[in-house]
């Protein structure tokens, strides 16, 4: 079964600053997703970014990137120039891409994350 | 085109009594997925289920709980009996073809439920 990891319970930046999130997965397959969900005090999940396994290159979207290592099972995503509507809780979350796998999606514990003005 | 809808927003229940929470998914989809959150936790996958049939309730407890995605109408979940520890978020999510196929699932808002 996979699993999804998320070290820092709470983490902090300063306005304008950059953050970096943690998140390790462990699994067997070779060919799956991974994401990065933001959940606002609202509740409400929103997709920050994705990455498929399969691409070396790391995904980014305007000020969120992610360092995707695949070897070491890790995915960590940066936020560059952070503001205060970026405070929420980050939830990184596994997709089996495996035709007749699994379809659900694993999440991590989450990580709140506070931006200081 | 209108994201993913569930009522209701909030649902207040005592113990023993039954809640039933509704999901329609966005225009098109036919896979929906149904997730708890407890409090200070991460999402937890329920059920999924597309028109009519249920793929995979592997995350669904044993007793109590029920879901159903029919031809016509909403996707039900359903809970009988509640107990306070199933106060929680309850999340659904829609996709137009298999996760494998689209890899993306839209989220609706949720439904706050707690057991008095």
């Known amino acids: 079964a996979q699993t999804v990891t998320q070290s820092q319970p709470e983490m902090s930046v300063q306005e304008a600053e950059t953050v970096t999130l943690s998140c390790t997965y462990d699994t067997s397959e070779s060919d799956y997703y991974l994401f990065w969900y933001k959940q606002p005090p609202s509740r409400q999940m929103i997709l920050v970014i994705r990455q498929e396994a399969y691409k070396q290159q790391n995904a980014t979207e305007n000020r969120f990137s992610v360092n995707f290592q695949k070897a070491a099972k890790s995915f960590s995503l940066k936020i560059s120039d952070s503001q205060l509507g970026d405070a929420a809780m980050y939830f990184c979350a596994y997709g089996s891409a495996f035709q007749g796998g699994s379809e659900k999606l694993v999440f991590g514990k989450g990580t709140k994350l506070t931006v200081n003005p | 085109n209108a994201g993913v809808m569930q009522n209701p927003r909030h649902l207040v229940r005592r113990r023993g009594q039954e809640a039933r929470l509704r999901c329609s998914p966005m225009k098109g989809h036919s896979h929906v997925y149904w997730y708890r959150q407890l409090p200070e936790e991460g999402l937890k996958f329920m059920v999924y289920?597309?028109?009519?049939?249920?793929?995979?309730e592997s995350g669904m407890p044993k007793e109590r709980f029920s879901a159903e995605f029919p031809k016509e109408g909403p996707s039900i979940l359903r809970i009988q009996q509640v107990v306070r520890g199933d106060s929680a978020a309850y999340f659904c999510a829609s996709s137009p073809f298999g996760m494998t196929t689209t890899y993306e699932q839209y989220f609706g808002p949720g439904t706050r439920l707690t057991v008095t």
């Open positions: 289920l597309q028109k009519e049939n249920i793929i995979d």
